[in-house]
């Protein structure tokens, strides 16, 4: 029995300069799940825009093969420096002040699920896709220089085969996950949020000697694997309505401060099915939420 087929579009290697590496107010190292979403949003907007109407991106997964922070450590120094970029010197010959702003230099991988494109159009639907990253497309704020041919692949649901062969095409990489369920399981035991965050991401060195009175020491964390901290989207923190110099004076603005929870690095192979690396948006209106997640994938922004 044959069960359903998920439309997939794998957009490989894309090479992007100068991506937004501060994912949040205390987050840095790699772009938020919202810059990401957000790329893969505003492609199906301009696809859109140009014939493919019934177009719908429904989940996006992102495999990371290499990520470059743009940081600097001289001797002697304790911690890493941002390379920054300075303003151009104004008509006095001083240079204005600016914001630091973290970058970083990437090659990632994108797949998405989507739906709408019928056989017949998918040739022009990959040719549209190969000249907007040329031509019309960022990363996180990045630049793209090149990537690979995108292709089409469909995978069949419960077919191991399939999912052998999507995992080898994103090897060697990692893929980024969620693991809210940590910080849950550590709040539940009434340790403050940024405690328990912190809990998982810190390196916890002891020592001890051996029968012979050797200093041994080891170094661990608290659970295995790549755990890092991701920002993964928005909470709003005043109501709805107008603000000065708003860019589109069409909708409603809100201040938000950003929403910062626990992820996990894994290598594609590790996957048992598609729904481990995909994620989608989430709005939870009573809560003034505005989420990138692996759960609940119903809400799909057009």
Known sequence: M??????????????????????????IGFPAMTAWLGSTHALQKKLVANGFSELNFKATAVISHHCDLQTYKGRGDFVHSIVGTGNPLD????????????????????????????????????????????????????????????????????????LRKLTRKLMPGYAIIQ???????????????????????AIHHSCEKDGEGNVIWTSKRKTAGWIVPIATGFHGISELGEAKNQRDPKTPHRFAESVVTLGEFIMPHRIRTLADIMWCYHVDTKKNLYLCQQSNCLTNLV
């Open 2 to 27: 044959i069960g359903d087929i998920t439309q997939l579009l794998l957009l490989p290697h894309i090479n992007v300069r100068n991506a937004n590496a501060l994912s949040s107010p205390f987050t």
């Open 91 to 162: 008509k006095n010959g001083e240079r204005t002040a600016f914001i630091e702003e973290a970058r970083c230099h990437l090659d990632c991988s994108l797949l998405v699920e989507y739906s709408g494109v019928d056989k017949d159009s998918e040739s022009g639907f990959l040719d549209k896709i190969s000249h907007l990253l040329n031509s019309q497309l960022k990363i996180a704020g990045g630049d793209i220089l090149n990537f690979g041919l995108p292709l089409t692949l469909k995978l069949e649901e419960g077919n191991s085969t399939d």
């Open 179 to 201: 693991r809210r369920e940590l910080l849950k399981e550590t709040m539940e035991d009434g340790v403050d949020i940024m405690d328990a965050l912190l809990d998982y991401l």
